[in-house]
């Protein structure tokens, strides 16, 4: 099983970032990222079901984050629109049953650093 992050790094307020997360051996998996910042928890971002019928954001992200899957390539996205320096932080993938267990899981990825500039 793996889950990796990627696509990270410097970008202007404003601007936009396109995650990718690989996401082997989670068949049947909702999956979700969530978000540290320096000095802060971990938080959720955001979360999809393994369908991709059903997503679910943080107030802080909506509108401007969207998350998508795509199921031949095991793959997770996470298009971040409109980033603004509070942004920043390191973006981990994660996994669970179902995107209410996604709220609580303990499975991560290696995370990828995003930082925003004003």
């Known amino acids: 099983v793996q889950l990796q992050a990627s696509g990270g790094g410097l970008v202007q307020a404003g601007g936009s970032l396109k995650l990718s997360c690989a996401a082997s051996g989670y068949d049947y998996y909702a999956l979700g990222w969530f978000r540290q910042a320096p000095g802060k928890e971990r938080e959720f971002v955001a979360a999809?079901?393994?369908?991709?019928?059903?997503?679910a954001y943080a107030d802080s992200v909506k509108g401007r984050f969207t998350i998508s899957r795509d199921r031949a390539k095991n793959a997770m996205y996470l298009q971040m629109d409109s980033l603004k320096p509070e942004d920043t932080a390191v973006y981990y993938c994660?996994?669970?049953?179902?995107?209410?267990?996604?709220?609580?899981?303990?499975?991560w990825g290696q995370g990828t650093k995003v930082t925003v500039s004003s």
């Open positions: 994660a996994a669970g049953p179902t995107i209410a267990s996604i709220y609580r899981t303990e499975t």
């Open positions: 999809i079901s393994w369908s991709g019928g059903s997503t």
